[in-house]
C-alpha cells in the first residue's frame, strides 16, 4: 500500500504542479479564459491512462500461468525503466521547468488559429507522460501484491496529491520541492532495484532464465517474509528471504551505478559552480 501510496503523490504532485505552473501563468498574463480549456487536456489525459491501465490489467487475467510470468516480467522492467527515467528526468529539469512550461504555453496561444487545441495537446502531452509513467508502475505494483490495499493506497496518493497541488495553486501551502523529489528519487531507485530483482525472478518461472538460480543466502531464520517486518519490505522494496545468485546480481548491478549518477552534481549544477568560481 505504502509504495503505490507514494509513487502516485510524487507523480499526482508533479502532474498537478504541471497544472498549476499553468493555469497560474494564464491568470497572471491576464488570459485566464484559457484556464477551462487546459483542463480539458488534463481531463482527456487523466482518461487515456485510466482506460489503458484498466484495459491493460483485465486483458492479461487471461493469460496461461508461463505467459503471466512472462509479462510481469516485462511490466518489471517497464516500471524500472520508467521510474529511473522519471527520477533523473525531474533531477535535470527541476530547475527551469517552469520557463519551459510558460515558453510552450506561448507557443500553443501564439498560432493564428485553433489556439484551444494546440493548448488541449500541450497540456495534455505534459500530464500523459506523468500518467503513463504511474500506469506501467501500479501495474507493476499490483501484481506483486494483491488485493485492495495497493489500489486504495494509489487512490489515497493521488488524492493528497490533488490536495496538496490545490493549497500550492492558491498560496496555503509551502512545500520544500526540493527536498521532498530528492528523498522520494533516492526511495524510489530502491524500489526499482527490487522491481529489477522481481522481473528476473519472473523470467525465470516463466522458462526463459534459468541461470544462477543457486541461493545466494537464506535468512529465513532472521527475517521470513512471512513475518509482519518481511512482509512489509518484500511489499516495499521485493525482498526476498531466500533470492537467487542472479536475483542479487541484477539488484546490486542495477542499484550501485544509479545510486553513484544520483549523488554526482547535475551538469546545470556543475556548471553553475564554476560559473560562481
Known sequence: MFVPFLIMLREGLEAALIVSLIASYLKRTQRGRWIGVMWIGVFLAAALCLGLGIAINETTGEFPQKEQELFEGIVALIAVVILTWMVFWMRRVSRNVKVQLEQAVDNALARSSHHGWALILMVFFAVAREGLESVFFLLAAFQQD???????????????????????????????????????????????????????????EAGLW????????????????????????????????????????????????????????????????????
Open 146 to 204: 494483491l488485493g485492495i490495499w495497493p489500489p486504495l493506497g494509489a487512490m489515497l496518493g493521488l488524492a493528497t496529491a490533488m490536495a496538496l497541488g490545490f493549497l500550492l495553486y492558491w498560496g496555503g501551502l509551502r512545500l520544500n520541492l526540493g527536498a521532498f523529489f530528492k528523498w522520494t528519487s533516492l526511495f524510489i531507485l530502491l524500489v526499482a532495484a527490487g522491481l529489477a530483482a522481481g522481473a528476473i525472478r519472473a523470467f525465470h
Open 210 to 277: 534459468n541461470q544462477f538460480q543457486d541461493v545466494a543466502f537464506d535468512l529465513s531464520n532472521v527475517l521470513t517474509t512471512h513475518s509482519l517486518m518481511g512482509t512489509l519490505l518484500e511489499g516495499i522494496f521485493g525482498y526476498q528471504e531466500a533470492p537467487s545468485i542472479s536475483e542479487v546480481f541484477v539488484y546490486f548491478a542495477y542499484l550501485i551505478p544509479v545510486l553513484v549518477l544520483f549523488v554526482l552534481p547535475t551538469r546545470s549544477g556543475a556548471q553553475s559552480s564554476q560559473a560562481a568560481s
